[in-house]
């Protein structure tokens, strides 16, 4: 299993490239099943959990073409042709290993009528359920069993349009629905939707695909269902995790950098908290620049929320920060239950973190040391990197196979400013 070495105490300069965002991408790639023509999805970016989408498609049927970047962070072209669906099932194997299959249930019934998927099961940062999808589902005239772990779904008439209010955002259960509902017969009317920007991404290719839709990126979204859709090209949104996250690195590491290819306004949450640090941030006409200098960050409190709140996943990172900043800070949780795995590995590196229940505090050292620690998901895993930048000495990063799934490159794009970054293959 590769390992990542990061020596710490190296400020950063130069450029990094952004790429395109990994969970607007997969829900797009979903897509594709909802018309027999093909979609053309670019700045795809190189991840696993891209390249288990691509599989998990090709076994309904979907043709999948694809042409490799050409330069870091350009990310590549997609071309997926749904010309017939040849089977309905997501077994359990693939859907365990990626949540975001379970997206393929709402266009496989919109398109044929019948689905099996496995439920997902448990998560390392919570229980995560699906019934939030399941009674999205059944408010379009779905009919759902559960049996030997798999969701059973059928409509046999067709989907039929509905008036869906979600008790709470769900992000995967506003996709789920949004794709069913642009093929169902008549109205539906999305309430308590999520609005982050990656659904708003996917609304406009489904309208670029033909599909009738209003209120994206607000709570109410209103979907007129059509008869078929169409092919169309689509280039996938700039990742704003991986803005923030490099945006964090500049601000733990110190130096000067612009983050090219994407837009400050996708990370509108985590800017104020910044400048309140002290790290300066400007837009640019490419991106974004960040700059600090010498001193310490200062502490800040901080909740997590559905967009256009701070997104949970850039907590992680945030308390890597946090962890070497002046004062104390809080960080509440309020997403998911068990999002603080990363905090005992953090505490191995001389980080100061209590959690009680959903709020961790965070006093502030003056610096961390570099020691052997463990990836425990994907965005721990990229704090971790953050605080072996800051660290003194050597950090050693294992199980990174968490963060090859949602982060392109990362140690190429962080070597190439000047850390001290390289992975270790076994
Ligand atoms: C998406 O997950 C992202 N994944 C997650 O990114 C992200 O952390 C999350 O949204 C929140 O922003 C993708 O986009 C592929 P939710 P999703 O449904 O859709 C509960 C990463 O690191 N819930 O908005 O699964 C759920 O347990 C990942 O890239 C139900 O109770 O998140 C959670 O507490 C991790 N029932 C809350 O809602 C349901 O049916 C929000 O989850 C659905 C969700």
């Given at each position: ?21 990994k ?21 795809v ?16 049927g ?14 590549a ?34 398109r ?5 998927v496995?439920l ?66 008549g109205t ?69 950098v ?52 701070f ?15 002046q ?18 590995e953090?505490?191995?590196?001389g ?76």
């Open positions: 299993m590769d390992r990542i070495r990061v020596r710490g105490g190296a400020r950063l300069d130069g450029e990094i490239p952004i790429s395109g965002a969970n607007a991408a997969l829900p797009l790639m979903v897509a594709s099943l909802l018309s027999a023509e093909p979609l053309v999805l670019s700045r970016p190189d991840l696993a959990d891209v390249a288990f989408m691509a599989q998990l498609l090709a076994a309904f979907v043709h999948v073409a694809h042409e490799p970047a050409t330069t870091l962070g350009a990310g072209t997609y071309v997926l042709k749904a010309r017939e669906i040849t089977a309905t099932t997501a077994e359990y194997d693939i859907v365990r290993k990626m949540r975001a299959s379970f997206l393929v249930l709402g266009p496989l019934l919109a044929v009528g019948v689905a099996k496995s997902p099961g448990g998560c390392a940062i919570g229980a995560r359920p699906v019934d939030l999808h399941l009674k999205a589902m059944q408010a379009l005239g779905v009919h759902i069993e559960l049996a030997e772990g798999y969701v059973q779904a059928r409509a046999d008439d067709g989907l039929k349009g509905g008036h869906i209010v979600f008790p709470f955002v769900s992000v995967g259960a506003t996709e789920n629905a949004l794709m069913a509902a642009t093929l169902a017969r539906t009317i999305l309430d308590n939707a999520a609005r982050e920007p990656e659904i708003v991404d996917l609304g406009r290719c489904l309208t670029a695909m033909g599909a009738r839709i209003e209120g994206l990126g607000s709570s109410r979204i209103v979907i007129e269902g059509v008869p078929r859709l169409h092919g169309a090209r689509h280039p996938v949104l700039p990742d704003r995790i991986e803005t923030g996250t490099f945006a964090m690195a500049v601000a733990i590491a110190g130096g000067t612009e983050l090219t290819g994407t837009d400050g306004t996708l990370i509108g949450a985590l800017i104020p908290h910044l400048t309140a640090m002290g790290v300066e941030v400007m837009p640019t006409n490419r991106g974004l620049h960040l700059h600090r200098n010498g001193f310490r960050p200062v502490a800040v409190d901080v909740e997590t929320e559905p967009f256009p709140g997104p949970t996943d850039l907590q992680a990172q945030l308390m890597a920060l946090l962890a070497t900043a004062g104390t800070s809080h960080i509440r949780e309020t997403i998911f239950e068990n999002r603080f795995m990363h905090v005992p953090l505490a191995r590196m980080a100061d973190i209590r959690v009680d229940g959903e709020v961790a505090v965070v006093h502030g050292v003056e610096r961390l040391k570099g020691a052997p620690v463990m990836a425990t998901d994907l965005r721990a895993s990229s704090s971790l990197v953050l605080a072996g930048l800051a660290a003194e000495g050597e950090t050693i990063i294992n199980r990174v196979y968490h963060l090859d799934r949602g982060f392109e490159r990362l140690e190429d794009k962080l070597s190439a400013v000047g850390a001290n970054i390289e992975r270790l293959k076994e």
